[in-house]
């Protein structure tokens, strides 16, 4: 199969899919382009969907699929590029003229009301004429609908007492009772558990059979193998390519995903390896709908060291990030810092013990948004001296240091008195970093520290945890930046479902197996490394 | 205690439960749509005074009747463009309309009958025996169609969509603002109707601050019946029937310690919102806009 | 977030601009906009609120220039309106302040009324007990710390049960104002037990020994206005000078963050709210003590005028001060307009109600129109908490937006 280097779409396949190539689109976006402010975040996507087909729309987080699903669904209105629906140009002022038009989305997080019935939640927005509501009625209508696609659910059921595999039944069973030809699902398989998917997956074909279209948005090649006839893949906001699914195979998706240029690169002097500075033992912690967030995992992160966690998101970062912080305590298993059980300790007992923490939400996480950057700077600190003594608060010293952190760290800001919320955003991660680093922690957790910063604060960033590392500390790097990972890390893990699914070291491993590893494949055994890699459980043993 | 007791008894929880009924009534109506309103107190004062001025004026207590109703509604007005159109806070609004509505009156009755907050003696509603003027069956016959209206109409289920998510109502096409409008202003003209039952049903002239905390019990009415109608209407009979007590122990001095009866409804909704012997089910989308999930 | 102000906005989706692009910060703009638009806000309010309590006064047929002009000089015209307009302020600024610190807690206390009164109550009592002729400097510390006592437990009452169940405080303050106006009516109705009046209006008068000391000859003005600004005093020190403070503003501004750092959230409202509840029972007990010399069973209102103090004030010890200092100007001339310009003194009240819409109103309009303004003029960003910060919970984001964290903690 030809490669696909420089992002074009050689779309010229042999034409013998058993679907009528020539079938006409029922959905034509070309060269759709969306900025915000200076980061573009669509940048001149074609996306040509046929008539009664499945078609995947693969990327990575961050690719620019939901926000191209936003601009198909009349939320935002593209700056440049054209959208045709059933061949006649659709220019929609919002959601409700995306419905009219055949549309209808099952968003990955439902838009139902849990105190309503599932009829109620169905009819809501199209209730028919009248005023008087015919709940019977409507729970027949809702229930014959129900039986013509084979969705099982009962329409006078509280929607909140079912099963999440059901609610979603509930979603596109709403689209169709809109009259929808078209669907669209956004990651719709997120919450499910594997049968729910199985079943999701039936539906969704008897959906084609019955000539509709179904546009499903993911990040799992194995999805796209399973159930989609064609497929979109979209990378940093460009079409990448479109592939007849049968003639395609998964590494050259996941190459197409996660792509090959290298934007940036940190100089990287080789790791001078030393203990364990911070570990995971078999923690498991309960996510919602029965399925564990984090299932037996283990992790060790050593001095001098950076221990790079890669994953697609919402495979269980934040509840790792949670536990390790100390703001959720796992149901089984324990965190070790420099060999001591700090399982039970809090947030605040944590950092004294040596945990510095770089959060991937800077504006809830972070930093407190109206305080200035003085205060910020106190954050965490507060209650220990020299910061403060005996419950006053040296604000002088506070100044003093925020003033050096900011020469040291290249915060760009007036003063320490100046509100954090009027900083960049690369400003603001750097004043994090300095709050963060000055404490000379033993280990730095870093949680997606480049989000939404430009060129030059990404560059900073890479640099001060390099640094960190070579100065001795452990550094755990979670990400779904598959660059950054591969980057930074002398040793990469693959987090997928609450499970460590592959550990390798930095430089033996390729992008294409990282990525088959992180859509949940693992049979294609290419380029794994696993022998040399010093295991986690090893390590903490 | 014998028959003329109970039926006294019985009477009274009946006028004491009726400008309870209509003020929870709205309030319910606001805050199932997601509008906290704990501006009912403001909304009656304005209501009672305007009633009883209106009546004054026109020498007739229903044309009264719709001048207080109106008046009210206009003040509510007030808290729907504040909580709705510039999303402003729904508290802040909602305790500004109860300043509103206690010290206008007291200015306007300076202004216009120069006493301090007492209007003129008027006309009273007609009443339907023992004492009971004719709003009583109204309110109590409003408790069904509230219900209705809520649980059997399209406009209800959008109301309580609006209240239980904005955001999941609006992306199905629907205009949340407006049937919070709706819902904010009915408040306003149920409770304007409470307020008048109290100037030109009970009584047959205005007295400053003479709701004296009715609008806060209605509130608690809502909260304590579940944001129900039923329970609503059970709340305000069980309220409106301590207050009635409290009355009968007052003038034939039964050994019951009013204070205790008085602060029965408070100490009860207290408790209910605490959740200690139910679960407190206030709408998930109380005082959430559209926007800001 | 202008096309949400003019409420037509479409979608359910708020289109918001990543904040990656750098601002072009200008050191003036900045602190210009932190410190200006506070101020500007509460002035623009009060302006407001006089403009169309003037419409008011003219509609009902009086002249507003002759009618403020006669609250002014009755509010500061000789030595006796100042000290009135002093005395006025007292429990203003210290229900202010109590309305403060819970806000900068994030929590709204309509329960000020409530506490204050109870603390009076205690006050008055204790301050009416002759304690076998116990000197002053006992009886009136006892008598001080009995009123902030009892109204920190009245106030930590609704803290505790919003750390513990989350009910909201806004419901728990308001049934607690009433429980308190029967608890102070039972008391003053057990002249068997309690050393109150047998006509059932007041307590006993408080001893000498327990008086607040009247501080200005030939006027009303009492030691409270002294306690009242050292209170200010205090707040603002432990507000902005020590831990206790620091973990207030955190939590109230940021839940979350406040939780990284490893603040408790609950523990820290429960303070806010017991130092809410000390301030409010000290507004009641310097009532109590300085200016009626006993309890009386009367709700005095003030408790809700305390919560536009602390709007006006923006939560802020020295803006409280002021905006009490304002708001006791406007009680202490309202005498002289109603004798002089013939219009009621209720619009003082009217007035209050007015500055608290202004407030909520010119706030809201802030976050969506003047902020923009100050954006394009100062570079500052867009002012506002609502939706800026907050994650869009919506099932589809742009991708570029920072994901809601995990779930509110």
Request: hydrophobic share 45%; glycine share 12%.
């Amino acid at each position: 199969m030809a490669q696909d280097r420089n992002g074009a779409a050689p779309d010229h396949h042999a034409h013998h899919d058993d679907r009528a190539d020539d079938a006409p689109l029922a959905i034509a976006m070309r060269g759709v382009v969306k900025r915000f402010g200076t980061v573009v975040a669509n940048d001149g996507i074609d996306l040509p969907v046929r008539k009664g087909e499945i078609h995947a729309l693969l990327g990575e987080n961050g690719a620019g699929k939901s926000t191209l699903m936003n601009i198909l669904f009349g939320l935002y209105h593209p700056d440049e590029g054209e959208i045709a629906v059933d061949g006649r140009p659709a220019g929609f002022k919002g959601p409700r003229d995306a419905v009219t038009a055949g549309l209808g989305m099952v968003h990955q997080h439902f838009m139902l009301i849990p105190r309503f019935t599932v009829a109620e939640n169905v009819i809501l927005g199209s209730e028919g004429s009248g005023v008087a509501l015919d709940r019977p009625a409507a729970e027949r209508r809702v229930g014959e609908l129900a039986e013509r696609y084979g969705l099982r659910v009962d329409p006078r059921a509280r929607l909140g007492d079912l099963p999440v595999g059901v609610q979603q039944r509930v979603e596109i069973l709403r689209a169709l009772y809109q009259g929808s030809r078209t669907l669209i699902l956004d990651e719709p398989t997120a919450l499910l558990t594997p049968q729910e998917v199985d079943e999701l997956y039936a539906i969704l074909r008897r959906l084609r059979a019955a000539g509709d279209t179904v546009i499903f948005i993911t990040h799992k090649l194995r999805e796209v193998a399973a159930i989609s006839d064609r497929v979109t893949v979209i990378r940093r906001g460009r079409t990448v390519g479109t592939r007849i699914t049968a003639e395609t195979t998964a590494a050259e998706l996941a190459e197409l995903m996660v792509g090959r240029e290298v934007v940036l690169r940190v100089e990287r002097p080789p790791a001078h390896v030393g203990d364990p500075v911070l570990v995971a033992q078999g923690l498991t912690v309960a996510g919602g709908h029965g399925q564990p967030a984090l299932a037996d995992l283990s992790l060790t992160v050593n001095r001098g060291e950076i221990l790079g966690v890669c994953g697609v998101e919402g495979n269980g970062q934040a509840e790792l990030v949670e536990t390790l912080a100390g703001l959720r305590r796992p149901d089984a298993g324990r965190v070790l810092l420099k060999g001591q059980d700090v399982t039970a300790a809090d947030p605040h007992d944590r950092r004294r013990a040596g945990l510095s923490y770089i959060p991937e939400d800077r504006h809830n996480r972070g930093l407190v948004l109206d305080f200035s950057l003085a205060e910020n700077v106190l954050l965490g600190n507060a209650d220990d001296a020299p910061f403060s003594r005996a419950g006053r608060i040296d604000a002088r010293f506070a100044r003093s240091l925020t003033r050096r952190l900011m020469q040291t760290f290249d915060v760009r800001a007036p003063s320490p008195e100046t509100p954090a919320r009027s900083l960049s955003g690369g400003n603001q991660q750097k004043l994090i970093i300095a709050r963060e680093l000055h404490r000379e922690p033993d280990a730095l957790l870093a949680i997606q520290p480049t989000r939404g910063l430009d060129v030059g604060a990404i560059e900073f960033v890479h640099r001060q945890l390099v640094r960190e590392r070579d100065q001795g500390r452990g550094v755990l790097l979670i990400s779904f930046d598959l660059d950054e990972i591969l980057d930074l890390s002398d040793r990469i893990l693959v987090l997928y479902q609450g499970r460590i699914v592959g550990e390798f070291l930095s430089g033996k491993v390729s992008r294409t197996e990282l990525g088959l590893r992180m859509g949940g494949r693992s049979e294609d055994g290419q380029g794994r490394e696993r022998e040399g890699a010093r295991t986690s459980a090893g390590a903490a043993a | 205690m014998d028959d003329f007791f109970t039926i006294s008894l019985l009477v009274a929880t009946l006028r004491t439960a009726t400008p309870l009924i209509f003020a929870a009534l709205g309030g319910l109506l606001s805050e199932r749509s997601g509008v906290v309103n704990i501006g009912l107190e403001g909304l009656m004062l304005v209501g009672a005074f305007m009633a009883a001025t209106g009546a004054h004026y026109a020498g007739d207590p229903f044309v009264g009747l719709a001048i207080g109703v109106g008046a009210a509604t206009l003040a509510a007005v007030i808290h729907a463009v504040w909580c709705i159109t510039l999303r402003g806070d729904q508290v802040v609004a909602g305790t500004a309309i109860n300043l509103l509505g206690l010290s206008i009156p007291a200015f306007l009755t300076q202004r216009l009958f120069d006493t301090a907050g007492r209007t003129p003696t008027i006309d009273r509603l007609p009443t339907i025996g023992r004492g009971l003027n004719v709003l009583v069956p109204v309110a109590f016959l409003l408790v069904p169609i509230v219900w209705y209206l809520l649980f059997r109409t399209k406009p209800g289920l959008r109301v309580m969509a609006a209240g239980e998510d904005p955001r999941a109502t609006e992306s199905v096409g629907i205009n949340v603002a407006r049937y919070r409008y709706a819902c904010v202003l009915a408040s306003g003209a149920l409770a304007g109707l409470g307020g008048a039952v109290l100037s030109i049903g009970d009584l047959s002239f205005y007295t400053s601050n003479m709701t004296q905390g009715r609008g806060f019990i209605a509130l608690a009415a809502v909260i304590f019946g579940n944001w129900s109608p039923l329970g609503t209407l059970a709340a305000t009979l069980l309220f409106g029937g301590a207050q009635a007590i409290q009355i009968q122990a007052q003038t034939t001095g039964l050994p019951i310690s009013t204070d205790v009866l008085i602060a029965l409804p408070y100490v009860l909704t207290l408790i209910a919102i605490t959740g200690l012997f139910r679960n407190s089910l206030p709408p998930a989308g109380l005082g959430r806009h559209p926007t800001t999930g | 977030m202008g096309r949400d102000a003019s409420g037509k906005a479409r979608g359910p989706v708020p289109v918001r601009q990543p904040d990656a692009v750098a601002t072009g910060v200008t050191p003036v703009g900045v602190r210009l906009g932190a410190a200006a638009r506070s101020g500007l806000v509460s002035l623009a309010a009060i302006g407001v609120a006089m403009l169309v309590g003037a419409l008011v006064i003219a509609v009902s047929g009086d002249d507003p220039v002759l009618a403020y002009r006669a609250l002014l000089s009755g509010a500061f015209g000789d030595r006796r309106g100042v000290a009135e307009t002093l005395v006025a302020s007292t429990p203003l600024i210290l229900g202010g302040l109590a309305f403060a610190v819970a806000s900068r807690a994030g929590l709204f206390n309509i329960g000020i009324e409530g506490q204050l009164f109870l603390g009076s109550l205690a006050a008055g009592l204790v301050a009416a007990y002759g304690l076998g002729g116990a000197p002053a400097a006992v009886h009136l510390p006892l008598a001080i710390g009995a009123g902030m006592a009892v109204g920190a437990v009245w106030g930590a009452i609704p803290g505790v049960l919003k750390a513990r169940t989350g009910a909201s405080e806004v419901i728990t303050t308001i049934m607690l104002n009433y429980i308190a106006y029967r608890i102070s009516a039972f008391a003053i109705g057990r002249d068997d037990l309690l050393p109150v009046n047998p006509d059932r209006v007041a307590t006993d008068p408080a001893l000498p020994g327990a008086r607040l000391a009247r501080i200005l000859d030939g006027t009303r003005l009492h030691a409270g206005i002294l306690l009242a600004i050292a209170a200010a005093v205090i707040l603002w020190y432990l507000l902005f000078q020590t831990t206790t403070g620091y973990r207030i503003r955190a939590v109230g501004l940021s839940r979350g963050a406040a939780a990284y750092a490893g603040i408790s959230w609950g523990r820290t409202i429960t303070v806010a709210m017991v130092l809410s509840g000390a301030l409010a029972g000290l507004a009641g007990t310097s009532e109590a003590l300085g200016l009626q010399g006993r309890h009386y069973d009367q709700p005095p209102g003030y408790g809700f005028t305390a919560i536009a103090v602390g709007l006006v004030g923006r939560n802020h010890p020295l803006g409280v001060v002021l905006a009490g200092l304002l708001f006791g100007a406007l009680n202490a001339g309202a005498t002289e307009m109603q004798s002089t310009a013939g219009t009621s003194k209720e619009l003082v009240q009217v007035l209050q109600g007015l500055v608290i819409l202004a407030v909520a109103g010119v706030a809201a309009a802030e976050r969506f129109r003047v902020g923009q303004w100050f954006a394009a003029r100062f570079g500052g960003p867009r002012a506002g908490r609502a939706g800026s910060d907050r994650a869009s919970a919506v099932g589809m984001e742009p991708d570029l937006e920072p994901r809601a964290g995990p779930p509110a903690l």
